[in-house]
């Protein structure tokens, strides 16, 4: 006997409705559809990954960073296999991962964000890089939700999508949702 999709993913039924959660099938990119601080810069044989970028090669982007002198440079590395995963420290399988590129923010974004370049704002820049790159591994992991809420005739009342990682209390589906 098949399953209706509605009867799937229930999490929450309150005073006849029903909240679904669901893939967010249509996520946004955040890498090309939202304003960063960082600017991800990869080189991979197969596939187009980060931000649109000028350098040709590797040694065009350590020319860059000798040159201009970031503050902030953080590798990346990606594991594929079974999907995609991207962090800035290694991953412990030699097959399947290796560093794809980098995470930088420039001098004069640093300073718009920032200010000066002291120990404590490095610090909280390396944050938001790394939280960055946490967002675009949800991205390219599938791991982007939404929600759809029905009353009890199975007519929708709400939805919202766009919600990147599975903590629903953190990202705040649960509060959009209201669960």
Same mark, same amino acid.
């Given at each position: ?6 009867? @799937? +993913?229930? &999490?929450?039924? !309150?005073?006849?409705?029903? $909240? ?5 099938? =249509? ?34 982007? @350590? +020319?860059? &960073?000798?040159? !201009?002198?970031?503050?902030? $440079? ?5 594991? =594929? ?99």
């Amino acid at each position: 006997m098949a399953t209706d999709s509605y009867d @799937q +993913n229930i &999490i929450h039924t !309150e005073d006849g409705e029903t $909240v679904h959660i669901v893939r967010d099938e =249509d996520a946004q990119n955040p890498r090309t559809e939202w304003e960063n601080a960082g600017t991800m810069v990869c080189f991979h044989h197969r596939m187009t990954l980060g931000d649109k970028h000028s350098f040709s090669c590797i040694d065009d982007f @350590q +020319n860059f &960073i000798d040159e !201009e002198y970031p503050p902030v $440079v953080l590798p990346l590395f990606l594991m =594929d296999h079974s999907g995609l995963s991207i962090r800035t420290r290694a991953f412990s399988c030699p097959w399947d991962s290796g560093q794809v590129g980098w995470i930088y923010i420039d001098n004069a974004k640093f300073k718009q964000e920032f200010g000066s370049a002291t120990r404590e704002n490095i610090a909280k820049a390396v944050k938001l890089l790394e939280a960055e790159v946490s967002t675009y591994n949800d991205y390219l992991g599938g791991n982007v939700w939404g929600f759809i809420k029905y009353d009890d005739q199975k007519n929708v009342i709400d939805s919202c999508f766009g919600f990147y990682g599975d903590n629903f209390a953190e990202n705040g589906l649960n509060e959009a949702a209201g669960i």
